[in-house]
Nanobody, 122 residues
Framework: VQLQASGGGLVQAGGSLRLSCAASGRTFSSYGMGWFRQAPGKEREFVAT????????YYADSVKGRFTISRDNAKNTVYLQMNSLKPEDTAVYYC????????????????WGQGTQVTVSS
């Protein structure tokens, strides 16, 4: 599986962005998908995950109520809608695919995209 993330950019605090992650291959629907982020000088952290069919979604406490993860298996794409953005959301955002149904654990992801930069100005 190859993953290509897009949709990052510069936005003011309180604004919104939607990230997309397009996957290659015909088995996209059999992977749990996740978004992680890494800010400068910090470790990569979990943001959100979604199960194969989209029934189960989990979020980091820091983004709960502001971010929404979704997927369109017909388009081999997973999305991250980010609303009410804060400066502390500034990071490189990565999408990832797991053979698990879903996961919050970085080590349980098998494939990673290249990352897209999100910068939130105050």
């Amino acid at each position: 599986v190859q993953l290509q993330a897009s949709g990052g950019g510069l936005v003011q605090a309180g604004g919104s962005l939607r990230l997309s992650c397009a996957a290659s291959g015909r088995t996209f629907s059999s992977y749990g998908m996740g978004w992680f982020r890494q800010a400068p000088g910090k470790e990569r952290e979990f943001v959100a995950t979604i199960s194969w069919g989209g029934a189960f979604k989990y979020y980091a406490d820091s983004v709960k109520g502001r971010f929404t993860i979704s997927r369109d298996n017909a388009k081999n794409t997973v999305y991250l809608q980010m609303n009410s953005l804060k400066p502390e959301d500034t990071a490189v955002y990565y999408c990832a695919a797991s053979k698990k149904t879903y996961s919050r654990d970085y080590d349980e992801y098998d494939y990673w995209g290249q990352g897209t930069q999100v910068t939130v100005s105050s």
